[in-house]
């Protein structure tokens, strides 16, 4: 899949992205869905963080959420007028794994069956702000001064085309260990 570079493409790829998501964790008997991840030594050594951080669904579901909201409050807060930055004080990009580790010890407590709730509901929620917005202003450069080099439409790329595309690779890896 090639990255989105137009509305009707990233509107596409991200409800696509999401089905098939959605479909690998339907694939998946109840009971393994609530199992936590089984990664051998090969796994868990990988230097990417999240290897040893997600410990089971619930985790990668919460995870994707919170990087919805990411970009939500983002969009919600320089349209109102308020600079702030897409990675939230007091982190940056150097720093947002500290990020992701506090998005997960805050989750310890949600069920799985609210993650599943909660990530459907976040996905309608960044669908419907990029409804709100023309291809130029997602995918143009200098639309919004606060998104900088970037475009608003790569940013929704990465929260949800792309993150679903994370998810997927670490639950096939889930169902192939066990």
Same mark, same amino acid.
């Given at each position: ?15 696509? $992205?999401?089905?098939? *998501? ?21 796994? *868990? =050594? ?7 951080? +997600?410990?089971?669904?619930?985790? #990668?579901?919460? /995870? *994707? ?13 320089? !349209? ?27 989750? $310890? =407590? ?10 459907? &509901?976040? /996905?309608?929620?960044? *669908?419907?702000?990029?409804? !709100?917005?023309?291809? +130029? ?10 998104? &900088? ?9 990465? #929260? ?19």
């Amino acid at each position: 899949m090639s990255r989105p570079t137009t509305k009707p493409d990233l509107i596409k790829a991200a409800n696509g $992205q999401f089905e098939k *998501l959605w479909s690998l964790i339907d694939s998946m008997p109840a009971e393994k869905q609530n199992e936590d991840f089984n990664f051998d030594e090969s796994i *868990l =050594s990988k230097k990417e963080a999240h290897w040893k951080r +997600d410990k089971n669904l619930r985790d #990668v579901l919460t /995870h *994707l959420y919170e990087w919805h909201n990411l970009l939500l409050n983002w969009v919600a807060s320089n !349209q109102k007028g308020e600079a702030k930055p897409f990675i939230p004080e007091p982190y940056n990009w150097k720093s947002y794994g500290e990020m992701n580790i506090m998005f997960f010890e805050k989750h $310890q =407590s949600t069920t799985y069956a609210d993650s599943k709730q909660m990530l459907c &509901g976040s /996905h309608k929620k960044v *669908l419907d702000l990029i409804e !709100q917005f023309s291809n +130029d202003e997602l995918f143009a450069k200098n639309s919004f001064p606060w998104v &900088g080099g970037s475009t608003l439409g790569s940013y929704c790329v990465s #929260v949800t085309a792309s993150h679903y595309d994370w998810a997927m690779k670490k639950i096939k890896v889930k169902i192939k260990n066990g």
